[in-house]
């Protein structure tokens, strides 16, 4: 999404409200964005530094070739800074050096931009500092807050901030994308199921852990279908070597969870929802015949509990043994 009318096409709502306000030339002094991981945060804070340095701006849509437009893409314009958190959150000594570098005229003109990543990461001291900032707003002075988790900005910097809400991606835009990069019809289902990141969801469909993760999760599904003893076995010496970190834990259950949820979309009929399986997979009717609706629905809250444990840091080796007890049971 570089430009407005890319933006226009996956949100609509908040491209219309800041393109009209730079035609209008009341571009606001603080905006917070607000939306889940790839709604398109960053790509409008850019949109909003490149419209507002642009030598050669057609009114709204910056030029993109400008030294400007390309020093704010690679993150080294002068006047257009980034915050993000250092560690877990940012600190007030990270705001008040931003504002030291503020109150020296502008290094190239005497606008300035401000944008920061996981506003709601601020402490109470940094997001003191920011109220203060804004509640002396300077016509030059444009401020970007980035967020997924808006609960979490104190009030009284939510009051000063022209708020612009990002709608979660549609699936069907996210899956068209997808396919668009390269990525097959049926890993793109299945990614548009587990993320809404472009990004990531790219990264993972090229990805051989992840591959090797999803055939794994194939056999174990093979596994529990024949109600063997061997899983156990399956689960010690070939799933868990796999997924070292938590992480990968969590997204193993995650593609079990929506293989599950499968097994249960064919049973009523609603092949349409399918994203682990293919229609015709051989297994997907097996398992379908092995699992009655019923112990579905049971076994996609034992798979829910799993995460819930791995969460609380229960250890993995116990936690995937008694998913297999209780799903086999
Ligand atoms: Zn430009």
Redesign the pocket.
């Known amino acids: 999404m570089k430009t407005w009318s890319e933006v226009a096409e996956v949100q609509p709502l908040a491209s219309k409200v800041i393109t009209n306000s730079i035609q209008k030339d009341r571009i606001s002094h603080a905006y917070l964005l607000q939306g889940e991981r790839g709604t398109g945060k960053e790509e409008i804070a850019l949109l909003i530094a ?1 419209v507002l ?5 057609d009114g709204t849509e ?9 020093r704010i893409d690679s993150h080294n314009h002068p006047d257009v800074h980034w915050i993000e958190p250092e560690g877990k959150s940012i600190k007030k000594e990270q705001v008040e050096s931003l504002q030291k570098e503020f109150t020296y005229s502008g290094l190239e003109s005497n606008r300035k931009v401000y944008i920061i990543k996981d506003a709601d990461t601020l402490t109470t001291n940094a997001s003191n500092r920011i109220l203060k900032f804004l509640e002396e707003p300077s016509r030059q002075t444009t401020a970007i807050m980035l967020t997924e988790n808006s609960q979490s900005i104190i009030p009284t910097i939510r009051s000063r901030c022209q708020v612009i809400d990002l709608k979660p991606l549609n699936p069907i835009y996210f899956k068209e994308k997808l396919i668009e990069n390269g990525v097959n019809h049926q890993t793109a289902l299945l990614m548009s199921a587990l993320t809404n990141n472009i990004q990531e969801a790219i990264e993972w469909s090229e990805n051989e852990w992840f591959a090797e993760a999803r055939k794994l999760v194939v056999q174990l599904i093979e596994m529990l279908c024949k109600n063997t003893e061997d899983v156990y076995l399956f689960i010690h010496s070939h799933l868990l070597p796999h997924l070292k970190e938590r992480k990968e834990q969590e997204k193993a259950l995650d593609l079990l969870l929506l293989a599950f949820k499968d097994i249960l979309y064919y049973h009523i009929g609603n092949e349409k929802a399918l994203v682990f399986f293919d229609p015709a997979d051989a297994l997907l009717e097996k398992a379908s015949m092995s699992f009655s609706q019923e112990r579905i629905l049971k076994c996609l809250n034992v798979i829910l509990q799993a995460k819930r444990k791995l969460k609380q840091n229960v250890q993995p080796t116990l936690v995937f043994e008694q998913l297999a007890l209780q799903i086999q049971r």
């Open positions: 490149k340095f642009c030598e050669s701006s910056p030029c993109q070739t400008c030294s400007n437009c390309k």
